[in-house]
C-alpha cells in the first residue's frame, strides 16, 4: 500500500461510512432523526430490495431546516468569506470526494441501479463541478459602468439568500453538485431536498460540505416527501430561491407555488430530444454517438435523445447498424465493467416504459429491437427493460411527442434540411438535439435553427463544468453548470455616487 492510500485508509476510518443501515437528515450540521420518527426504505433497483432507511423529514424538521439556512445566511460568517478562503473550501470539498470517489460510486450504483461506468462519469463530473466554481467564483464580481457627468456608477455581486433545491432520482449526486456549488460559491446558504428514491449520496454530500469546512447551517439536506416537504419549502417567505429539475407538470406546479412570495425560480424540466443524422454524415460515429445519446444512464436522462431523424438516402444502412449494435449492448450486474445499461429505477417508472411501448405497437409502429422487459440472470427481482427501437413511427404518436424516461428511441426519415429542421421543432420541449454531418457549414445552419438550449454537433455529450447546461420552451429556463450560473444566486447591488465640486439642486430651489 502507498503512502497516499494509508493516508487516504486513515481518512475514511475517521469518517462515518457511507454504507449504514439507517440515514438521518441533516441539519443545522447535525445529523437528527425525523421529528415524529418516521423512515423511508430505500431500494435496490437492481435487485428490488431494500438495504437501507431514511429519516423521512416532516413539515417541523423543514422549518428548522429553513430557521438554520436563514440564521447561517443572516450571521454573515460565510457569505463574508474572502474569496479566496470560501475557493478553498470547495476545493476541499472536491478534494474529499475525489479521495471516497469509490465508495460514492459504490453508493450511488446500490441506491440507483446504474452500471458502474455511468456512476464514476458521474461522480467524477460532480468532483469537477466544485473545483469549476472554486476557480469562477474568483472573477465573479461586479463592474464599473460609464455614466455621462460627474458621476461613478458600480456594482456589486451579493448572495440572493436562502435556497431551496429539489434533486431528481435520475442523477442524485451529480444534480446535488450542480446546485449546491455555484450557490455556496455565491455565498447563499441551500436546503437539499433529494428524490425520496435516492437520497443517499445527496445525505452524504452535506457531511462533506461540513467536513470540508462549510459552516454549520449553511447546506441543510431534507429527505421526504415532495408533494408535502418540497412545497412547504417553495412557498416558504423566508427561502429566498427554488431551484428545481424534474418533470415539466411539477415544475409548473413550482413556478406558481413561488410566484406568492416572488422567489427566484430556476427550472430544468423534461426533453424529447431530436437527433438528425444527415447523408454526409459519419454513419459509424453517428450509430456509436447515437446509442450513447439515448442507451447512457438507461436512458433516464433528461437530454436523452429518444427521436432519430434520418436523412432517407442512408435511414436502411443507418437503422441496420443501429439494431445491430443496440442488440450487442449489456445490460445486467450494475457492478460489472462490461454492463452499459443498468436497471430502471423502480417498478413505476418499469410500467410506464411498458405503456409507451403498448400504446406504440397499438398505434401501428413496428419494434425493431428490444420492447420487453428483461430478467438478467441472479437479478429477477429488480427493473428491468431491453434497449429499445420502435420504426414505422408517425409524428403525432405519444412516443414520439411525450417523454418516456427510459432506454426507448424511435426512429424515422426525412428528405431534406428543411423537413428535418421542422420535424426537430415539433415538440413543446427544447433541452438538447444533436446533428450529424461532415458539412459544417450544414451544421452550424441547422444548428442556428434548432429550438433547444443545448445542439451537439458529431457528439454524444451535452455539458462539462463551465458548458451552459438548460432549455427554450417547457424544457425550462435558467442555466445551470457555468460562470453565468453563478448570477442566478446572486443580487446585482447598483451604487451610484457624486463627485463634482458644486453640490447637486435638481429642482433649482
Not at 400504446?359 to 429488480?382: C, Q, R, T, W, Y
Given at each position: 500500500m502507498t503512502k497516499t492510500q494509508e493516508t487516504q485508509t486513515e481518512t475514511q476510518t475517521e469518517t462515518q461510512s457511507m454504507k449504514r443501515d439507517f440515514y438521518k437528515l441533516f441539519i443545522n450540521g447535525?445529523?437528527?432523526?425525523?421529528?415524529?420518527?418516521?423512515?423511508?426504505?430505500?431500494?435496490?433497483?437492481?435487485?428490488?430490495?431494500?438495504?437501507?432507511?431514511?429519516?423521512?423529514?416532516?413539515?417541523?424538521?423543514?422549518?428548522?431546516?429553513?430557521?438554520?439556512?436563514?440564521?447561517?445566511?443572516?450571521?454573515?460568517?460565510?457569505?463574508?468569506?474572502?474569496?479566496?478562503?470560501?475557493?478553498?473550501?470547495?476545493?476541499?470539498?472536491?478534494?474529499?470526494?475525489?479521495?471516497?470517489?469509490?465508495?460514492?460510486?459504490?453508493?450511488?450504483?446500490?441506491n440507483t441501479g446504474k452500471s458502474l461506468s455511468a456512476a464514476q462519469a458521474q461522480i467524477n463530473q460532480a468532483v469537477e463541478d466544485f473545483e469549476f466554481y472554486a476557480g469562477a467564483l474568483v472573477g465573479h464580481r461586479g463592474?464599473?459602468?460609464?455614466?455621462?457627468?460627474?458621476?461613478?456608477?458600480?456594482?456589486?455581486?451579493?448572495?440572493?439568500?436562502?435556497?431551496?433545491?429539489?434533486?431528481?432520482?435520475?442523477?442524485?449526486?451529480?444534480?446535488?453538485?450542480?446546485?449546491?456549488?455555484?450557490?455556496?460559491?455565491?455565498?447563499?446558504?441551500?436546503?437539499?431536498?433529494?428524490?425520496?428514491?435516492?437520497?443517499?449520496?445527496?445525505?452524504?454530500?452535506?457531511?462533506?460540505?461540513?467536513?470540508?469546512?462549510?459552516?454549520?447551517?449553511?447546506?441543510?439536506?431534507?429527505?421526504?416527501?415532495?408533494?408535502?416537504?418540497?412545497?412547504?419549502l417553495v412557498e416558504h417567505e423566508l427561502v429566498n430561491k427554488v431551484a428545481f429539475t424534474g418533470s415539466t407538470p411539477i415544475g409548473k406546479d413550482i413556478m406558481g407555488r413561488a410566484s406568492n412570495t416572488l422567489k427566484r425560480v430556476t427550472l430544468e424540466l423534461g426533453g424529447k430530444s431530436p437527433n438528425l443524422v444527415f447523408e454526409d454524415a459519419d454513419i459509424e460515429a453517428a450509430v456509436d454517438g447515437s446509442i450513447y445519446g439515448i442507451y447512457n444512464n438507461t436512458g433516464q436522462s433528461c437530454d436523452a435523445r429518444s427521436r432519430i431523424y434520418i436523412h432517407e438516402s442512408v435511414y436502411d444502412e443507418f437503422v441496420e447498424k443501429f439494431i445491430e449494435k443496440t442488440n450487442k449492448l449489456v445490460v445486467g450486474n450494475p457492478f460489472d465493467k462490461a454492463t452499459h445499461l443498468g436497471a430502471v429505477i423502480d417498478k413505476n417508472q418499469m410500467d410506464t416504459i411498458e405503456r409507451y411501448v403498448?400504446?406504440?405497437?397499438?398505434?401501428?409502429?413496428?419494434?425493431?429491437?428490444?420492447?420487453?422487459?428483461?430478467?438478467?440472470?441472479?437479478?429477477?427481482?429488480?427493473?428491468?427493460?431491453?434497449?429499445?427501437?420502435?420504426?414505422?413511427?408517425?409524428?403525432?404518436?405519444?412516443?414520439?411527442?411525450?417523454?418516456?424516461?427510459?432506454?426507448?428511441?424511435?426512429?424515422?426519415?426525412?428528405?431534406?434540411?428543411?423537413?428535418?429542421?421542422?420535424?426537430?421543432?415539433?415538440?413543446?420541449?427544447?433541452?438538447?438535439?444533436?446533428?450529424?454531418?461532415?458539412?459544417?457549414?450544414?451544421?452550424t445552419r441547422v444548428a442556428n435553427q434548432i429550438e433547444a438550449g443545448i445542439v451537439m454537433i458529431n457528439c454524444p455529450f451535452s455539458a462539462f463544468p463551465g458548458t451552459p447546461f438548460g432549455g427554450y420552451k417547457q424544457s425550462g429556463f435558467g442555466r445551470e453548470l457555468a460562470i453565468e450560473t453563478l448570477d442566478l444566486y446572486s443580487e446585482t447591488k447598483s451604487i451610484m455616487s457624486y463627485y463634482g465640486s458644486r453640490p447637486l439642486n435638481p429642482f433649482g430651489l
Open positions: 447535525e445529523q437528527v432523526e425525523s421529528s415524529n420518527g418516521g423512515r423511508t426504505k430505500v431500494y435496490n433497483p437492481a435487485t428490488g430490495e431494500v438495504f437501507a432507511e431514511v429519516a423521512k423529514a416532516t413539515k417541523e424538521d423543514a422549518q428548522k431546516a429553513v430557521e438554520a439556512a436563514r440564521e447561517a445566511f443572516d450571521n454573515g460568517k460565510w457569505k463574508r468569506f474572502p474569496v479566496n478562503k470560501r475557493s478553498r473550501v470547495l476545493n476541499k470539498i472536491a478534494e474529499i470526494m475525489r479521495s471516497r470517489f469509490n465508495e460514492l460510486v459504490e453508493l450511488e450504483v446500490l463592474s464599473v459602468n460609464p455614466v455621462p457627468g460627474q458621476f461613478h456608477n458600480y456594482t456589486e455581486k451579493e448572495p440572493v439568500g436562502v435556497c431551496a433545491q429539489i434533486i431528481p432520482w435520475n442523477y442524485p449526486l451529480m444534480m446535488a453538485a450542480w446546485k449546491v456549488a455555484p450557490a455556496i460559491a455565491a455565498g447563499c446558504s441551500v436546503i437539499i431536498k433529494p428524490a425520496s428514491l435516492t437520497p443517499l449520496t445527496a445525505i452524504i454530500l452535506g457531511e462533506i460540505c461540513l467536513e470540508a469546512g462549510v459552516p454549520v447551517g449553511v447546506v441543510n439536506i431534507l429527505p421526504g416527501s415532495g408533494s408535502e416537504i418540497g412545497n412547504y403498448q400504446s406504440a405497437i397499438d398505434e401501428g409502429a413496428e419494434i425493431l429491437a428490444g420492447g420487453k422487459v428483461l430478467n438478467p440472470v441472479g437479478f429477477e427481482n429488480g427493473y428491468w427493460y431491453a434497449p429499445t427501437v420502435i420504426g414505422n413511427v408517425a409524428q403525432d404518436m405519444k412516443v414520439v411527442q411525450e417523454e418516456i424516461f427510459g432506454p426507448v428511441v424511435v426512429v424515422s426519415k426525412f428528405k431534406d434540411e428543411k423537413e428535418a429542421i421542422a420535424l426537430a421543432n415539433d415538440s413543446e420541449f427544447g433541452l438538447a438535439s444533436a446533428i450529424w454531418s461532415t458539412n459544417g457549414a450544414r451544421a
